[in-house]
C-alpha cells in the first residue's frame, strides 16, 4: 500500500495548526477528511461519550460522519430490541454489509453497555433519515416476544444512559421525545414490542434524570 507525503490541517484546542504531516499510510489519510473547519471534534478510538460505557466500533459503512449537535439537533432517543443476542448484536453491526448500527447496546443480564458509534455521529438505526439524524439510538438484547429478556438491571442502565444524554441535549424526559423504533414514524419495525415496560422504563429515566440535576 503506498505511503503519500501531505500537508494536513489539524485542529487542536479551537487554534487550527498547520503541520506537516509526513509520510501517511492510506488508511491514516482517509480518516483525516473530517479534520477541517466546521467539522473539528477529534475522534479518538476507545473514548465513550457516557460514562461507564465500553467502545467496540461499529462498522463506519453503517454510520454517516457528522458533528452533532452542531450540524443536526438531538432531540429524540429510540428504544430497540435488538433480536438477537448481544454478542451477535455486536457482531452485526461491525459487519459492513449489515447497513444498521446504533449508537449504544445494552446487555440483558447486567445492563452492561456498550458503544458502537459515537453521539457526534449518524447512525443508521432507525429506518427514516431524518429520525437517524436527530436520535440517539439504543438497542437492548433480546426479542420482543420473550418478557424475560427485559431484567431490571436492563431497564435501569438504559434509563440511567437515556437520562444522561436527554440532560446534555435538553431532551425532555417524555414519550413524544423517548421513542420506540415501531413509533418513528414510516418504521416497519415492531420492536421494542408489546412487553416493553413502558411505564417502568420512563419512571426510572424520570428517576435518573432528577438525580442529574437541572440543565
Ligand atoms: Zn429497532
Known sequence: MASISRRTLLISGGAATLVTAGALTWDETSRL???????DKQRTEGDVDQPGVRW???????LRFAD??????????VIHVTQSDFPTAVKVFRDPLHASATHYVVRAR???????????????HAGNRSYNERSIGIEH?????????????MYRSSARLTARICKKYDIPVDR???VGHNEVPGADHTD?????????????VREARGGLGAR
Open 110 to 124: 447486567d445492563g452492561r453497555t456498550v458503544q458502537m458509534v459515537r453521539e457526534l455521529d449518524v447512525a443508521y
Open 68 to 77: 452533532r449537535p452542531a450540524d443536526y439537533t438531538v432531540d429524540r432517543v
Open 141 to 153: 438484547e433480546g426479542f420482543v416476544d420473550r418478557p424475560e429478556n427485559f431484567t431490571e438491571e
Open 33 to 39: 477528511w473530517w479534520r477541517v473547519p466546521g467539522i
Open 176 to 178: 413524544e421525545h423517548i
Open 56 to 62: 467496540i466500533a461499529a462498522s463506519e459503512a453503517n
Open 192 to 204: 421494542p414490542g408489546p412487553h416493553w415496560d413502558w411505564k417502568r422504563y420512563m419512571s426510572y
